[in-house]
DNA sequence: ACAACCTCCTGGGGGC
DNA sequence: TGCCCCCAGGAGGTTG
């Protein structure tokens, strides 16, 4: 599932294989994966004849410079996919945009489940936009500190996991890396927020910054269908720490607990009840 | 204001 | 073998 490292990834493949062409073919399929209040027809002819400039990032949301100031959003939900691919490759009924580049390559959009979608900002303040006005500090910017995040924690009562998964707050978490964290962190997922030492905030956030840094470097985590830009898995998914672990032995040195299961907020929470308190 | 649910969606897997 | 049900979860919405 796309979080931060595997948006991240995406998003440096498409920076080598997207920046600098030109989008010369626009088909878009279906209007209720776009935000903005777009419409196919009409989001196609606004991307027709643009180049592909700087590609940014904030949260699981990619940020896609266009020429004459417009920028381009995308959030790949659960199984979203957005690569640049031979145009030959065949495409189905998941294949939800398509764009022929200038090079004879071809940007596309698939999406199975489609929890991701798109929006076109034509005045390029994307900041403002439906996808990007609720979205918070980027997990691993400069801005994102221990002492911000005691800020976001303070005073809650909701259990931290809840928190980490709250996209307003800092983002680029989702539910593999809020687990991962927390077991690094060595913090109960059901800590409340507001109980947590200014000790173990300051552990939180260096766990937060470690996990999705060493993820990074792995390419990701590939669970079900993510695949790189290079269209390999992830390789983060065997460092894996308690996240799919239920019932296995805790992988900390010297600890003898067993991973757990449980289900907070609809979602799995995984954890070693011997070093999580 | 905040927290706890519910909803959307499809493919894959388990059980019978 | 085939079918049905459940499960995965990002994020916005609703309820309390």
Excluded at 197 to 216: G, K, T, Y
């Amino acid at each position: 599932m796309p979080e931060l490292p595997e948006v991240e990834t995406v998003r440096r493949h498409l920076a080598c294989a997207l920046s600098g062409r030109r989008l010369h073919r626009v088909r878009a399929r279906r209007n209720d994966l776009l935000k903005g209040g777009w419409h196919c027809r009409a989001l196609e002819r606004e991307l027709t004849g643009r180049t592909v400039g700087e590609i940014g990032r904030r949260g699981k949301n990619l940020i896609i410079g266009l020429s004459n100031g417009a920028v381009l959003l995308a959030h790949l939900g659960m199984t979203g996919r957005l690569c640049v691919t031979d145009a030959e490759a065949p495409t189905d009924q998941h294949t939800h945009l398509i764009a022929d580049l200038s090079d004879g390559r071809r940007l596309v959009f698939r999406d199975p489940r489609r929890f991701g979608h798109l929006e076109l900002c034509a005045d390029g303040r994307p900041g403002e936009s439906e996808t990007l006005r609720n979205v918070g500090l980027d997990a691993m910017a400069d801005a994102f500190t221990a002492r911000r995040l005691a800020e976001m924690l303070a005073g809650r009562t909701a259990p931290v996991k809840a928190a980490l998964l709250d996209q307003r707050c800092v983002a680029g978490i989702g539910n593999i890396y809020a687990c991962e964290a927390m077991f690094r962190a060595g913090i109960s997922p059901q800590a409340p927020c507001g109980e947590l030492s200014e000790e173990q905030v300051r552990r939180l956030h260096r766990a937060i910054r470690r996990v999705l840094a060493e993820a990074i470097a792995a390419e990701g985590t590939t669970i079900a269908d993510y695949v790189t830009g290079a269209g390999v898995p992830g390789r983060f998914g065997e460092r894996l720490r308690v996240y799919g672990r239920e019932g296995e032995r805790c992988r900390r040195r010297g600890c003898a607990g067993v991973i757990e299961r449980i289900v907070q907020s609809n979602r799995s929470t995984f954890y070693c009840p011997a070093c999580q308190r």
